[in-house]
């Protein structure tokens, strides 16, 4: 693998507990040794082999942070024909996206309850992605927190890494400074050109609508997202 070798300080995350439900706890009893990717064995390679965990070769985007599943889920079933991974590293949000997997009969999820940053750096092998999602991401908002938000240069670089040529990255958020923000973290690196979305058309489906962006809206924050595909 290429990329980023060094340890990562910050967390753009901070781990909540949270109440689990009996059908959550179920599902991760049940569900998560069919539809999970646990993490690598001691001494064994990191580097997850993506048509072993899906059982064939396909296209795959990763979503990272999918709380519930709600997003992940629906554009899974909409491209039956693409492998959907997805990061989250809280039970209870995993828990409900096992439950709509199995509910909507799905085949093409896995998931990994895990740091996406060390998903990125350990676990995928280079140019090995078709899209990376991320959908109103964590925002920081306090300036003293603005080191904790997820998209900084290394960031992009992981991304660059594992993306293949012509993949993309899709961002969304409800935060105009965070926007503002990732615009000039994207414009600082060569691997990646702004596009729209309505280029991602035949490559991925709409975006789903979010819980966090209802939230937002609600909130009178304007809706803001954008693509960066990567450089050939």
Known sequence: MTGPSHPRQI?????????QTRAQERALA?????FGLPPPAPGASPVIDLAAAFDRPAPCTLEIGFG?????VAMAAEAPDRNLLGAEVHAPGVGHCLLAIERLGLTNVRLLMEDAVEV????????????????????????????RRLVQPDFVAL??????????????????????????VMAGSPAFRAAAPADLAGVAGPRPRTRFEARGERLGHP???AVYQRSS
């Open 159 to 184: 991304l660059s890494a594992r993306l293949a040529p012509g993949g993309y990255f899709h961002v969304a958020t409800d935060w105009p400074d965070y926007a503002a923000h990732i615009q000039a």
């Open 68 to 72: 519930n599943g709600d997003a992940l």
């Open 120 to 147: 990125l750096r350990e676990r995928l092998p280079a140019r090995s992605l078709a899209g990376v999602n991320l959908y109103f991401p964590d925002p920081w908002h306090k300036k003293r927190h603005h080191k």
């Open 223 to 225: 809706i803001w997202e």
């Open 11 to 19: 967390r753009s995350f901070v781990r909540r507990a949270g109440r």
């Open 30 to 34: 049940e569900l998560w040794p069919r």
